[in-house]
């Protein structure tokens, strides 16, 4: 079979995607002497937590995930983070190609509340590499890509950090059931309130009347929807 190779030498954040992504680039090496018409390449990537160090903070933000410090030691199992598939043009010797990987910012996603809790430093990866090659100098002839082939690589935590901001600039996540969902679109609805951010406000303030406001903080009735205003989701 042919002796294929793959490295990553860099990411990036995809600034005009609709929705959060990173573009990971990968050189995809082969024998010299062979000609690769087409490789269809399937990539797992999975996030490996043992391999970096983590602050106070960052220890209290994965211990949802992988509990006390003291249990690290069996817990700090590896985490999946995407499975992506990309078709790379036929190529002698070496080649390069980005593979796109989209993203989410639900925090009920484990990959993603792992790199919510990282405060810096780099994210350790590694990349599972599989697929068929198309290969031969007269004609073609199909082969499997050896299921041996990986790559590690070290994401910078600033570049998930910028795709996030791209696309939910100063904004946190929450996913809810339906039904909760339609009620709090009813009282937002009641209320006459202009967004969710004054929706849950008010609600909270409700729970605690007590509690002063914090500065800033909407009340129920306090904000009335214009029609020419583009509302938070």
Do not use: K, N
Not at 41 to 59: F, K, V
Not at 109 to 122: C, N, S
Not at 179 to 203: F, K, P, Q
Not at 204 to 217: H, K, M, S, T
Request: aromatic share 10%.
């Amino acid at each position: 079979m042919t002796g294929f190779g793959f490295t990553c030498t860099g990411v990036r954040a995809d600034p005009y995607a609709a929705g959060p992504t990173l573009v990971f680039r990968l050189r995809v090496t082969a024998d010299p002497d062979t000609r690769v018409h087409a490789l269809a390449l399937r990539c797992q990537i999975r996030i490996e937590p043992a391999r970096r160090g983590y602050g106070p903070a960052e220890a209290e933000g994965l211990a949802d995930l992988f509990g006390e410090r003291s249990r690290w030691g069996t817990t700090l199992q590896p985490v999946q983070f995407a499975v992506v598939s990309v078709m790379v043009p036929g190529f002698t010797g070496e080649t390069e190609a980005d593979l796109v990987v989209p993203c989410t910012y639900d925090m009920d996603i484990a990959a993603t509340r792992y790199f919510e809790a990282l405060q810096d430093g780099e994210v350790p990866l590694l990349m599972l590499f599989s697929g068929t090659a198309f290969t031969g100098d007269g004609g073609f002839r199909v082969e499997p890509v050896p299921w041996d082939r990986e790559a590690a690589y070290r994401m910078p935590v600033a570049v998930w950090r910028e795709m996030v901001e791209q696309h939910f600039p100063g904004c946190g996540w929450l996913r809810l059931p339906a039904d909760t969902m339609a009620e709090l679109l009813a009282y937002r609805s009641r209320h006459a309130l202009a967004s969710w951010e004054a929706t849950v406000r008010a609600l909270l303030d409700a729970a605690d009347p007590a509690q002063p406001p914090p500065p800033g903080a909407v009340r129920l009735g306090a904000l009335r929807p214009r029609l020419i205003e583009r509302t938070a989701p």
